[in-house]
């Protein structure tokens, strides 16, 4: 299983887009990235997933170079409710490691 | 959909007692589950993976014959913890696998936090 790096925490401010980057440098052929919310006393709540380029859904974006090395999670125009954790796995079993994560802290 | 739950929520027992946590797949059928645990501002840690009708495998480090798994239908799998001390005393969260997800798509459930006195 890929190791994951990710800084330990960031703030941002309300509106604004946060881009969580993480470097995943032996990332295998077979390998998804997926990336997971976690609030406080809550369980983690699955986000977004991707093998390569971007992916985009409803709620975030999933930037994928070509050498898959990194990934950058991007929250459009983050709100107070989305401070929490965020977690970047990669892997290509069930078998999920969590990192240290990234504490997010959104200010008003 | 794809809804996990977990009982109790949180549970305070008394050193040395056994505390028994449910984990359940409510609209779908889950043939792997898994138990994690998370110390106060720490990382999730895997403690096993449990399989529908098999013996649960346990990550190195944790001990079966404490953390005692059951897996015996598609939605339903439990994590007894015996004779509980208080440096078990943790939150406790369960995931499962829907048959039709991609890779690494587990759902969480809300945890238990365990108080052991």
Known sequence: LAKTTQPISMDSYEGQEVNITCSHNNIATNDYITWYQQFPSQGPRFIIQGYKTKVTNEVASLFIPADRKSSTLSLPRVSLSDTAVYYCLVGDTDKLIFGTGTRLQVFP | ??????????????????????????????????????????????????????????????????????HASLTLSTLTVTSAHPEDSSFYICSARRAASSYNEQFFGPGTRLTVL
Request: glycine share 6%; proline share 3%.
């Open chain 2, 1 to 70: 959909g794809a809804v996990v739950s977990q009982h109790p929520s949180r549970v305070i027992c008394k050193s040395g007692t056994s505390v028994k946590i449910e984990c359940r797949s409510l609209d779908f059928q889950a043939t792997t589950m898994f138990w994690y645990r998370q110390f106060p501002k720490q990382s999730l840690m895997l403690m096993a993976t449990s399989n529908e009708g098999s013996k649960a495998t346990y990550e190195q480090g944790v001990e079966k014959d404490k953390f005692l798994i059951n």
